[in-house]
Nanobody
Framework: QVHLVESGGGLVQAGGSLRLSCAAL????????MGWFRQAPGNEREFVAA????????YYADSVKGRFTISRDNAKNTVYLQMNSLKPEDTAVYYC?????????????????WGQGTQVTVSS
């Protein structure tokens, strides 16, 4: 069985920082792209960031570019999302996911495995 376990969410004031972690258990995902998505109440799940298998390429949504940084440690089978200069509109449940296919990494359906999500709340 495969599990993706997110951690690091919480409540932070606007302008603050959080670091999310996602540990992949039960299988090695070092060959695959890993990504972060988020979903706010009443909204569709949206792409946040992704990192290629060797971490040579990273991808970001325009809304987080320059504020968020995605990274991975393949030895630990873990992906991270460093979030700085947080805004109230960043409030959402954040999900990590693994893409094993070749579809665009910004698309939800490109991802086959999903974590349970971690809540991030940014107060104004």
């Amino acid at each position: 069985q495969v599990h993706l376990v997110e951690s690091g969410g919480g409540l932070v004031q606007a302008g603050g920082s959080l670091r999310l972690s996602c540990a992949a258990l039960g299988r090695t995902f070092s060959w695959y792209t890993m990504g972060w998505f988020r979903q706010a109440p009443g909204n569709e799940r949206e792409f946040v960031a992704a990192v290629s298998s060797g971490a040579s390429r990273t991808y970001y949504a325009d809304s987080v570019k320059g504020r968020f940084t995605i990274s991975r440690d393949n030895a630990k089978n873990t992906v991270y999302l460093q979030m700085n200069s947080l805004k109230p509109e960043d409030t959402a449940v954040y999900y990590c996911a693994v893409a094993t296919g070749s579809a665009s990494v910004t698309l939800v359906y490109a991802y086959d495995y999903w974590g349970q999500g971690t809540q991030v709340t940014v107060s104004s």
